[in-house]
Protein backbone atom coordinates (compact mmCIF):
# COMPACT_ATOMS: atom_id res chain seq x y z
CA UNK A 1 0.00 0.00 0.00
CA UNK A 2 1.61 3.05 -1.29
CA UNK A 3 1.91 6.22 0.81
CA UNK A 4 0.66 8.44 -2.34
CA UNK A 5 -2.22 7.46 -3.88
CA UNK A 6 -1.99 7.33 -8.27
CA UNK A 7 -4.84 5.87 -10.66
CA UNK A 8 -3.55 2.21 -11.58
CA UNK A 9 -4.57 3.50 -15.63
CA UNK A 10 -5.14 6.58 -17.67
CA UNK A 11 -5.71 6.16 -21.36
CA UNK A 12 -6.31 8.51 -24.20
CA UNK A 13 -6.31 9.11 -27.92
CA UNK A 14 -3.13 10.60 -29.19
CA UNK A 15 -2.60 14.29 -29.78
CA UNK A 16 -5.24 14.28 -26.60
CA UNK A 17 -4.19 15.27 -23.18
CA UNK A 18 -4.25 13.49 -20.16
CA UNK A 19 -3.78 14.71 -16.73
CA UNK A 20 -2.92 12.33 -13.73
CA UNK A 21 -3.47 12.69 -10.02
CA UNK A 22 -1.10 12.19 -7.17
CA UNK A 23 -2.81 12.55 -3.42
CA UNK A 24 -1.09 12.48 -0.15
CA UNK A 25 -1.65 14.26 3.31
CA UNK A 26 0.17 17.19 5.13
CA UNK A 27 3.18 15.03 6.13
CA UNK A 28 4.29 14.82 2.50
CA UNK A 29 2.19 16.46 -0.31
CA UNK A 30 1.06 18.96 1.88
CA UNK A 31 4.49 20.48 3.17
CA UNK A 32 6.98 19.39 0.84
CA UNK A 33 7.84 19.36 -2.96
CA UNK A 34 6.11 16.51 -5.51
CA UNK A 35 7.94 15.42 -8.22
CA UNK A 36 7.22 13.25 -11.53
CA UNK A 37 9.15 10.25 -12.78
CA UNK A 38 8.55 8.56 -16.60
CA UNK A 39 8.97 5.09 -16.72
CA UNK A 40 9.06 3.83 -20.50
CA UNK A 41 9.40 -0.41 -20.52
CA UNK A 42 12.22 -1.80 -19.23
CA UNK A 43 13.52 1.26 -18.40
CA UNK A 44 14.89 3.62 -15.17
CA UNK A 45 13.19 5.89 -13.61
CA UNK A 46 13.44 9.46 -15.90
CA UNK A 47 13.17 12.67 -14.01
CA UNK A 48 9.96 14.76 -15.61
CA UNK A 49 8.97 17.34 -13.05
CA UNK A 50 10.21 18.67 -10.16
CA UNK A 51 9.38 21.32 -7.59
CA UNK A 52 5.48 20.38 -8.24
CA UNK A 53 5.53 22.44 -11.71
CA UNK A 54 9.81 22.82 -13.08
CA UNK A 55 10.79 20.96 -15.98
CA UNK A 56 14.71 19.70 -16.25
CA UNK A 57 16.26 20.66 -19.23
CA UNK A 58 15.03 18.34 -22.26
CA UNK A 59 11.68 17.81 -21.22
CA UNK A 60 8.82 19.49 -23.33
CA UNK A 61 6.68 21.81 -22.56
CA UNK A 62 3.93 19.09 -23.27
CA UNK A 63 4.70 17.90 -19.58
CA UNK A 64 2.80 20.25 -16.80
CA UNK A 65 2.58 19.90 -13.28
CA UNK A 66 0.94 21.51 -10.32
CA UNK A 67 -0.28 20.94 -6.68
CA UNK A 68 -2.66 22.33 -4.37
CA UNK A 69 -2.82 21.41 -1.07
CA UNK A 70 -2.48 17.36 -0.43
CA UNK A 71 -2.69 16.73 -3.77
CA UNK A 72 -0.53 17.34 -7.22
CA UNK A 73 -1.39 16.83 -10.64
CA UNK A 74 0.81 15.70 -14.00
CA UNK A 75 -0.85 16.96 -17.08
CA UNK A 76 0.80 15.27 -20.83
CA UNK A 77 -0.73 17.25 -23.56
CA UNK A 78 -0.36 16.69 -27.49
CA UNK A 79 -0.01 13.01 -26.32
CA UNK A 80 1.98 10.65 -28.42
CA UNK A 81 2.69 7.24 -28.51
CA UNK A 82 6.19 7.28 -27.36
CA UNK A 83 4.54 8.86 -23.66
CA UNK A 84 3.11 5.03 -22.90
CA UNK A 85 4.72 4.66 -20.01
CA UNK A 86 4.30 4.08 -15.93
CA UNK A 87 4.06 7.66 -13.99
CA UNK A 88 5.06 7.77 -10.38
CA UNK A 89 4.52 10.99 -8.12
CA UNK A 90 7.32 11.49 -5.50
CA UNK A 91 8.19 13.49 -2.39
CA UNK A 92 9.16 12.90 1.14
CA UNK A 93 7.21 12.07 4.03
CA UNK A 94 8.27 14.85 7.41
CA UNK A 95 6.65 12.14 10.11
CA UNK A 96 8.06 9.27 8.69
CA UNK A 97 11.30 10.81 7.71
CA UNK A 98 11.39 8.92 4.58
CA UNK A 99 10.96 9.25 0.84
CA UNK A 100 7.41 7.90 -0.51
CA UNK A 101 6.14 7.38 -4.30
CA UNK A 102 3.08 6.75 -6.05
CA UNK A 103 1.58 3.44 -6.76
CA UNK A 104 2.57 4.26 -10.40
CA UNK A 105 -0.30 5.08 -13.05
CA UNK A 106 0.34 3.44 -16.46
CA UNK A 107 -0.47 5.30 -19.66
CA UNK A 108 -2.11 3.92 -22.85
CA UNK A 109 -2.11 5.84 -26.11
CA UNK A 110 -5.11 4.33 -27.79
CA UNK B 1 27.47 14.29 -17.64
CA UNK B 2 26.47 12.93 -15.00
CA UNK B 3 26.81 9.05 -14.87
CA UNK B 4 25.62 6.46 -12.58
CA UNK B 5 27.43 3.23 -13.34
CA UNK B 6 25.81 0.37 -11.19
CA UNK B 7 27.37 -2.88 -10.79
CA UNK B 8 25.88 -6.46 -12.75
CA UNK B 9 23.14 -8.24 -11.84
CA UNK B 10 23.31 -10.83 -8.60
CA UNK B 11 21.74 -14.38 -7.57
CA UNK B 12 21.59 -15.04 -3.76
CA UNK B 13 20.46 -17.58 -1.78
CA UNK B 14 17.83 -16.67 0.91
CA UNK B 15 19.53 -15.56 3.76
CA UNK B 16 22.68 -14.33 2.27
CA UNK B 17 23.45 -10.75 1.91
CA UNK B 18 24.06 -8.75 -1.75
CA UNK B 19 25.86 -5.64 -2.21
CA UNK B 20 25.60 -3.60 -5.27
CA UNK B 21 27.70 -0.22 -6.59
CA UNK B 22 27.32 2.29 -7.91
CA UNK B 23 29.93 4.37 -9.39
CA UNK B 24 29.07 8.33 -10.25
CA UNK B 25 31.07 10.67 -12.64
CA UNK B 26 30.33 13.74 -14.33
CA UNK B 27 29.80 16.08 -10.87
CA UNK B 28 31.60 16.29 -7.68
CA UNK B 29 30.64 13.37 -5.89
CA UNK B 30 30.46 14.54 -2.39
CA UNK B 31 28.18 17.71 -3.07
CA UNK B 32 24.80 15.83 -3.70
CA UNK B 33 23.12 12.77 -1.42
CA UNK B 34 22.30 9.43 -2.71
CA UNK B 35 19.01 7.59 -2.64
CA UNK B 36 18.30 3.74 -3.37
CA UNK B 37 15.10 2.81 -4.44
CA UNK B 38 14.18 -0.70 -5.47
CA UNK B 39 11.46 -2.31 -8.24
CA UNK B 40 10.13 -5.72 -7.57
CA UNK B 41 8.95 -7.47 -10.34
CA UNK B 42 5.64 -5.41 -12.13
CA UNK B 43 5.63 -3.17 -8.64
CA UNK B 44 6.04 0.65 -7.89
CA UNK B 45 9.27 2.30 -6.63
CA UNK B 46 10.01 1.32 -3.09
CA UNK B 47 12.67 3.98 -1.07
CA UNK B 48 15.16 2.12 1.18
CA UNK B 49 17.32 4.98 2.17
CA UNK B 50 19.80 7.81 1.35
CA UNK B 51 23.62 8.48 1.99
CA UNK B 52 25.17 11.53 2.40
CA UNK B 53 28.77 11.02 0.23
CA UNK B 54 30.61 13.72 2.04
CA UNK B 55 30.18 12.58 6.31
CA UNK B 56 28.95 9.03 5.02
CA UNK B 57 25.63 9.93 7.27
CA UNK B 58 22.47 7.21 6.57
CA UNK B 59 18.87 7.58 7.04
CA UNK B 60 17.13 4.35 6.16
CA UNK B 61 13.49 3.48 5.67
CA UNK B 62 11.54 1.85 8.15
CA UNK B 63 11.06 -1.65 6.72
CA UNK B 64 14.99 -1.92 6.00
CA UNK B 65 16.08 -1.16 9.51
CA UNK B 66 18.89 -3.64 10.91
CA UNK B 67 18.80 -5.23 7.57
CA UNK B 68 20.64 -2.56 5.16
CA UNK B 69 23.66 -0.55 5.12
CA UNK B 70 24.83 2.09 2.80
CA UNK B 71 28.67 3.56 2.56
CA UNK B 72 30.49 5.15 0.42
CA UNK B 73 34.03 5.49 -1.07
CA UNK B 74 34.76 9.04 -1.80
CA UNK B 75 38.47 7.74 -3.23
CA UNK B 76 36.60 6.32 -5.99
CA UNK B 77 33.12 8.49 -6.10
CA UNK B 78 31.44 5.13 -5.69
CA UNK B 79 28.16 4.35 -3.05
CA UNK B 80 27.18 1.03 -1.86
CA UNK B 81 23.87 -1.24 -0.93
CA UNK B 82 24.54 -3.98 1.06
CA UNK B 83 21.37 -5.65 2.00
CA UNK B 84 21.12 -8.71 4.58
CA UNK B 85 19.64 -11.90 5.48
CA UNK B 86 17.52 -11.90 1.96
CA UNK B 87 14.16 -13.46 1.20
CA UNK B 88 12.23 -13.96 -2.10
CA UNK B 89 10.41 -10.90 -1.52
CA UNK B 90 13.45 -9.34 -2.16
CA UNK B 91 14.01 -9.96 -5.90
CA UNK B 92 14.12 -6.63 -7.17
CA UNK B 93 16.05 -4.03 -9.75
CA UNK B 94 17.97 -2.21 -6.83
CA UNK B 95 18.75 1.70 -8.39
CA UNK B 96 20.83 4.67 -6.67
CA UNK B 97 19.25 8.05 -7.85
CA UNK B 98 21.16 11.48 -7.06
CA UNK B 99 19.51 13.79 -5.05
CA UNK B 100 19.05 17.14 -6.15
CA UNK B 101 17.59 18.54 -2.46
CA UNK B 102 13.85 17.94 -3.43
CA UNK B 103 13.95 15.31 -6.25
CA UNK B 104 15.79 12.39 -7.83
CA UNK B 105 17.45 13.75 -10.95
CA UNK B 106 19.68 11.28 -12.49
CA UNK B 107 19.32 7.04 -11.95
CA UNK B 108 21.74 4.44 -12.40
CA UNK B 109 20.35 1.82 -14.94
CA UNK B 110 19.65 -0.49 -12.09
CA UNK B 111 20.76 -4.22 -10.22
CA UNK B 112 18.62 -6.49 -10.70
CA UNK B 113 19.17 -8.92 -7.31
CA UNK B 114 17.17 -12.74 -7.62
CA UNK B 115 17.42 -14.44 -4.08
CA UNK B 116 16.16 -18.46 -5.20
CA UNK B 117 17.02 -21.33 -3.29
Known amino acids: QSVLTQPPSVSAAPGQKVTISCSGS????????VSWYQQLPGTAPKLLIY???KRPSGIPDRFSGSKSGTSATLGITGLQTGDEADYYC???????????FGGGTKLTVL | QVQLVQSGAEVKKPGASVKVSCKAS????????MHWVRQAPGQGLEWMGI????????SYAQKFQGRVTMTRDTSTSTVYMELSSLRSEDTAVYYC??????????WGQGTLVTVSS
Open chain 2, 97 to 106: ARDTDTAMSD
Open chain 2, 26 to 33: GYTFTSYY
Open chain 2, 51 to 58: INPSGGST
Open chain 1, 26 to 33: SSNIGNNY
Open chain 1, 51 to 53: DNN
Open chain 1, 90 to 100: GTWDSSLSEGV
